[in-house]
């Protein structure tokens, strides 16, 4: 090999190791923006919800956290503690409530911080205390077996680890992932993402840990989270059924019937 093709390999894996680092180094930097797309609303702002609802703002390490609730027309069986996704804020979630509110389950629904009303750092840490203080808020009113523990895509995580630190009547995710490591080691296989990271929520660690029935909602064409992220989950959880939707997307589980039919016999109790 002659000494101009040495010089121009030597160029391209030159080149090519600084691109790697250089979107290693973004990656790191810019991974609070990719995992979440929140929309900040003033405090002055009215929720568009058809049903009637209830804002409470509690102080949490000075900064502000929102919590909607929603009362069933009738005496309530029970409430569900919901834990949204990563998009907006509680209003952009506005399809749940009359899945529990026709089942006469109250439904609180939490903003983390950054998202809708609720203010302050957003950290790994704070969106599990902010979850727990929820939790900790509803069992001033309600015994923990009549309390529902629900987490939605990015909220699995949350909901999980409330779970597995709290008692509950049931958790119920929809489109969970294994852990968020694992999610990014999809999207970014070349990167060693366990290092560069920096939010965990180790679902699979957390549901080792949870007392009481898990059911989990997944759909096989899952375009965000694949859907072998809840067979993993099954496969290491002993009290869990996994509701498999076939063709079932990221965010049209409740369009489903059996959704429908399984959410509803998972209320009736």
Known sequence: MNTGVKRRIRKV??????????GGVVLYFVQDTILFHPKPLPKEYKFSFQQPFEEINISFEKNNLNIVKFQPDSSRKGIVLFYHGNMKNVEHYKKYPPIFLRNHYELWMIDYPGFGKTTGKRTEKIMEEQGLAMYD??????????????????????????????????????????????????????????????????????????????T???????????????????????????ITLEKGRHNNLSDFNLFQKKMDSLLIK
């Open 13 to 22: 894996v030159v080149a090519v190791t600084a691109i790697y680092i250089i």
């Open 137 to 214: 808020m509803a069992t001033k009113v309600i015994k923990p077996d009549s309390i529902t523990i629900y987490g939605k895509s990015m909220g699995t995580g949350v909901a999980s680890y409330v779970a597995s630190n709290r008692n509950c009547k049931q958790l119920i995710l929809e489109t969970p992932y294994y852990s968020i490591p694992s999610l990014a080691k999809h999207y970014f296989p070349i990167y060693p993402v366990t290092l560069l990271i920096q939010y965990s929520f180790p679902v699979h660690d957390y549901l080792k840990k949870v007392r009481a029935p898990i």
């Open 216 to 242: 989990i909602f997944h759909g096989t064409k899952d375009e965000v989270v694949p859907y072998k992220h809840s067979k993993w989950l099954k496969e290491e959880t002993k009290n869990l059924e996994l």
